[in-house]
T-cell receptor, first 116, second 114 residues
Framework: NAGVTQTPKFQVLKTGQSMTLQCAQD?????MYWYRQDPGMGLRLIYY???????DKGEVPNGYNVSRLNKREFSLRLESAAPSQTSVYFC???????????????FGPGTRLLVL | GQQLNQSPQSMFIQEGEDVSMNCTSS?????WLWYKQEPGEGPVLLIA???AGELTSNGRLTAQFGITRKDSFLNISASIPSDVGIYFC??????????????WGLGTSLAVNP
């Protein structure tokens, strides 16, 4: 299992450019999430998808859109990038692991985005 | 948005020392999770707690789910240099529903002097 994968790892954009961050998981998880991480702010939820075909706003959704393409993939799109969107973006999925089985959240390695 | 109060914000210790960090909230949680994040990586789950009063160990790490369900602590015994990283607590509220959203602390940054 590759777990949760994210592409690209790094990206530099100019203000106003658009891009899509890709996320995929091969663990057959239903729920997937997009977070951004900024110094001193911790992890903030942008959007989440409880299951295939559904998406909902999180804490900081403005300036972003998402698509749950299928059960595996959950993409995050910046239509018109702004310097305030410079951040590290993490995708995560929730699955069951351990003994006794319990829900845990798995994170991808992150995408580092710089908007000039 | 809602956040957990995680303390201390940072720690600088000598190798071999024990470490303790905690999270508190004004809300009751059903689940407490402790994650570690190393530079350039995503957070990795260390310990998950699901019952009030539960004490769980993972190697040199021990975490407890507070009796009031409003707090949790993480202890690291006999620290080693590879313990360096940022440790996050996260909690899940009751009735979180299908979305399973977590509330996150701001992290404790740990540095270990060999």
């Amino acid at each position: 299992n590759a777990g949760v994968t994210q592409t690209p790892k790094f990206q530099v954009l100019k203000t106003g450019q658009s891009m899509t961050l890709q996320c995929a998981q091969d663990m057959n998880h239903n729920s997937m999430y997009w977070y951004r991480q900024d110094p001193g702010m911790g992890l903030r939820l942008i959007y989440y998808s409880a299951s295939e075909g559904t998406t909902d706003k999180g804490e900081v959704p403005n300036g972003y859109n998402v698509s749950r393409l299928n059960k595996r993939e959950f993409s995050l799109r910046l239509e018109s990038a702004a310097p305030s969107q410079t951040s590290v973006y993490f995708c995560a999925s929730i699955g069951v692991a351990g003994v006794p089985a319990a829900e845990t959240q798995y994170f991808g390695p992150g995408t580092r985005l710089l908007v000039l | 948005g809602q956040q957990l109060n995680q303390s201390p914000q940072s720690m600088f210790i000598q190798e071999g020392e024990d470490v303790s960090m905690n999270c508190t909230s004004s809300s009751i949680f059903n689940t407490w999770l402790w994650y570690k994040q190393e530079p350039g990586e995503g957070p990795v789950l260390l310990i998950a707690l699901y019952k009030a009063g539960e004490l769980t160990s993972n190697g040199r790490l021990t975490a407890q789910f507070g009796i009031t369900r409003k707090d949790s602590f993480l202890n690291i015994s006999a620290s080693i240099p590879s313990d360096v990283g940022i440790y996050f607590c996260a909690g899940q509220l009751p009735h979180a529903g299908n979305n399973r959203k977590l509330i996150w602390g701001l992290g404790t940054s740990l540095a270990v002097n060999p």
